[in-house]
């Protein structure tokens, strides 16, 4: 890493270190929402996604899609919810949990 000085107002020098190559990184909360420990309707996102890319952003046609991870989004919630009343942490099902919990329920309710 390169270090450079820069001069803060009302401060002594104050010495950054900035990387040599540029570096893009995602922000804390996409990483997040792209976890699928965290996300359950990660598959339902992108779908919709794609959608609205394939379909030149016509919301009409992507109605469909849009149902559908409301509908997850509903689930999971009502599952959030009832391990909260229960006690049970983490309140979100991990991946391999919520796998358990589909072929219990009988597949995708959603």
Request: glycine letters at 2%; aromatic letters at 14%.
């Given at each position: 890493m390169k270090c450079e000085e820069t001069h803060a107002p009302n401060s002594n020098w104050v010495y950054v270190m900035l990387p040599s190559k540029k570096t893009v990184r995602m922000p804390s909360v996409t990483q997040r929402l792209r976890d699928p420990d965290i996300n359950p309707c990660l598959s339902e996102s992108d779908a919709s996604t794609r959608c609205l890319d394939e379909n030149n952003y016509d919301?009409?046609?992507?109605?469909?899609?849009?149902?559908?991870?409301?509908?997850?989004?509903?689930?999971?919630?009502?599952?959030?919810?009832?391990?909260?009343?229960?006690?049970?942490?983490?309140?979100?099902?991990?991946?391999?949990?919520?796998?358990?919990?589909?072929?219990a329920v009988g597949n995708m309710p959603y």
């Open positions: 919301r009409e046609r992507c109605s469909t899609y849009f149902l559908r991870y409301k509908n997850c989004r509903r689930f999971w919630n009502s599952i959030v919810m009832q391990r909260r009343k229960n006690g049970v942490k983490p309140f979100m099902p991990t991946a391999a949990e919520r796998d358990e919990i589909l072929r």
